[in-house]
């Protein structure tokens, strides 16, 4: 099993920066992506960006390129997502997720296996 807790989400202006945190704790030494997804209300759970936890290659979804920011740290089982120039659209339940199965790319919220709780991101216009 694995453990994730998110941390880092709140209320921002648009064009406003927040930076999204996920420990991962337990049997982690399996896992080969993590990724951001969101949701938001009446819609369904979209990806957002993914890291392969060996190499590092990074995913992004069209809709954040060039303004969000997917990274990690190995040593402290954690994975980022730095957001700028937030936009109302980007309001949301974000979620952190860990993928033991190997699919390229890591995009799709079912290959996922251990999701985090969310962490709710409020974009005001």
């Known amino acids: 099993q694995v453990q994730l807790v998110e941390s880092g989400g709140g209320l921002v202006q648009a064009g406003g920066s927040l930076r999204l945190s996920c420990a991962a704790s337990g049997r982690t030494l399996g896992t080969y992506a993590m990724g951001w997804f969101r949701q938001a209300p009446g819609k369904e759970r979209e990806f957002v960006a993914a890291?392969?936890?060996?190499?590092?290659?990074?995913y992004y979804a069209d809709s954040v390129k060039g303004r969000f920011t997917i990274s990690r740290d190995n040593a402290l089982n954690t994975v980022y997502l730095q957001m700028n120039s937030l936009k109302p659209e980007d309001t949301a339940v974000y979620y952190c997720?860990?993928?033991?199965?190997?699919?390229?790319?890591?995009?799709?919220?079912?290959?996922?296996?251990?999701w985090g709780q969310g962490t709710q991101v409020t974009v005001s216009s």
């Open positions: 890291i392969r936890w060996g190499s590092g290659r990074t």
């Open positions: 997720a860990s993928d033991t199965t190997i699919v390229v790319p890591p995009t799709n919220p079912r290959e996922y296996d251990y």
